[in-house]
C-alpha cells in the first residue's frame, strides 16, 4: 500500500549527504590526475603548440580549455554569491577620508 502524499519522509540518506558512487568517481578522476600529470602537462602543451608531425596545429584555446575540464572534476567550482545590503536593497560603503576633506576645504577657501 503506497503512503499517503505529504507524509513524512522516513529512512534513506540524509539531505546532503553525497552519493557512494560519486564520491567513487571524484576520487578516481583525483587519483588519475594526480598520477599523470606529467603526461596531461605533455598532451596539453602538444594540444597547444601543435604536431607538426601529425599535421595538428597549434591551439592554445583548446588547450586550455582541456585543461579547465579536467580540473573542473578535481577542483570543484565555487558557487556565486550575492552580497545585500539591509533589507535586501543595495550595500551601502562609507569611505572616510579626513587628508582628502582637508585638500577639498583648501581649494574651496583659496
Known sequence: MPKP??????GGRAAGTPNKA?????????SFVDGNAHRLTGWLDAVASGDVANDV????????????????YHIPKLARQEHTGENGGAV?????????????????SA
Open 5 to 10: 502524499k505529504g507524509s513524512a519522509k522516513v
Open 22 to 30: 560519486t564520491s567513487e568517481a571524484r576520487q578516481a578522476i583525483a
Open 57 to 72: 596545429k597549434p591551439n592554445p584555446a583548446k588547450a586550455f580549455e582541456l585543461f579547465q575540464s579536467v580540473v573542473e
Open 92 to 108: 551601502k560603503f562609507e569611505v572616510s577620508a579626513p587628508w582628502l576633506q582637508q585638500q577639498v576645504q583648501k581649494r574651496n
